[in-house]
């Protein structure tokens, strides 16, 4: 698939809908691609260095496959128009080994401006847990610690240490159950709000099975939703506090205008300071769009991938074919 190159202002957006590349086109819902600020596939290592993932987005943020570098790279695409995705995974040999993948600056990224004062966000992609999940907590010498927390992916605060997010879409401990989440945090250093899918986890991502899984973040008005293979999850917030502090005061609501400090996929701290919240699966088209996208468009973008049918799905699939070629015959038969 091919880039859209970065551009700056009104008039620059515009030229990249004109002009979109047809590659990037057919795999991207109509009228996305504006809003689509960071994308990686997999498919565009840097050249010379696999170790790097560049930007299909309009940011050009490139992201580095930490610690496992090409090595992260496998030929098991999500979906039919994929030929590979990134591994990541808990290692246990040396400290901070574990495979992930993000960006980090501490005074923000740049190239991520557009997630600074922004009203919204949406974080999508493909992930296919492959291993266990909790993981051993890495950082107490106690056996039986693990983490309260699987990681995903996010978009991280301004002033985040590697952990502090603006946007996630994780697995977190809430009431002591796990559970798939939204977690938003409209201002750095303030309350974050989460919104938590009433499904098992287990149940939403089934093992070595890749599912599309979404969440918007609707700063302004305070909402937040999660998507399971572009339908809509039942859930609710953990709090009915105004944590975003969004109720009164100025309009528009808007994030800090800080610029994120980058983003992380697979666990916490993709500067490699720390493990934290390891995650043993893979990703695949990962989408960073700043702005809350509609159900309509969530729905959109997972027809357009057209996912590969598991079996169980493939089978009932020919079953029933079958059953209506079984039925035009016996209407030929009649007449």
């Known amino acids: 698939m091919n880039r859209i190159p970065t551009l700056l202002g009104a008039a620059a957006c515009a030229a990249a809908l004109t002009f979109t590349p047809a590659g990037f086109a057919a795999d991207l819902a109509p009228g996305l691609a504006s809003s689509l600020s960071a994308y990686y596939d997999f498919e565009h290592p840097s050249a010379g260095n696999a170790a790097l993932e560049l930007d299909q ?9 930490v610690n496992g570098g090409a090595a992260m790279r496998t030929a098991d695409g999500a979906w039919s128009g994929s ?5 990541t995974q808990q290692l246990n040999d040396a400290a901070n080994d574990d495979w992930k993948a993000g960006v980090y600056t501490g005074p923000g ?13 949406t974080i999508m992609g493909w992930v296919k847990p492959t291993g266990t999940n909790p993981n051993l907590n890495t950082n107490t010498a106690n056996p039986s610690d693990f983490y309260n927390a699987v990681g995903l992916m996010g978009v991280l605060s301004g002033n985040s240490n590697g952990h502090d997010v603006r946007a996630l879409l994780e697995i977190i401990d809430v009431s002591g159950t796990l559970r798939l989440v939204a977690l938003g945090r409209r201002v750095d250093g303030a309350s974050s709000l989460t919104f938590a899918a009433s499904t098992p986890w287990p149940e939403l991502l089934p093992m070595n099975q890749w599912t599309h899984i979404a969440a918007t973040f609707d700063f302004d008005n305070g909402k937040m939703a999660l ?24 309009e528009p609501d808007l ?23 390891a995650f043993n699966g893979r990703f ?3 989408m960073f769009f700043n702005r809350s996208l509609s159900a309509e468009d969530i729905a959109a973008q997972f027809q357009i991938f057209a996912p590969i049918p598991e079996p169980e799905t493939y089978a ?19 007449s």
Not at 83 to 87: A, E, G, K, L
Not at 255 to 277: H, L, M, R, V
Not at 324 to 332: E, F, T, V, W
């Open 57 to 65: 987005g309009l940011s050009g943020t490139t992201l580095t496959l």
């Open 83 to 87: 030929q590979t995705s990134i591994q």
């Open 284 to 286: 695949d088209e990962l």
């Open 316 to 334: 009932l699939m020919l079953g029933g074919l079958a059953a209506i070629a079984a039925q035009l015959r016996r209407r030929r038969i009649r």
């Open 255 to 277: 994030t800090s205008a800080t610029n994120p400090s980058g983003i992380k996929i697979g666990g916490s701290y993709p500067q490699d300071t720390q493990e934290f919240n």
């Open 227 to 250: 998507y399971r293979n572009g339908i809509a999850l039942a859930g609710s917030y953990t709090s009915a506090a105004d944590s975003w502090n969004v109720i009164g005061g100025a």
């Open 109 to 121: 990224v740049p190239t991520l401006s557009s997630f600074a004062s922004t009203a919204g966000a």
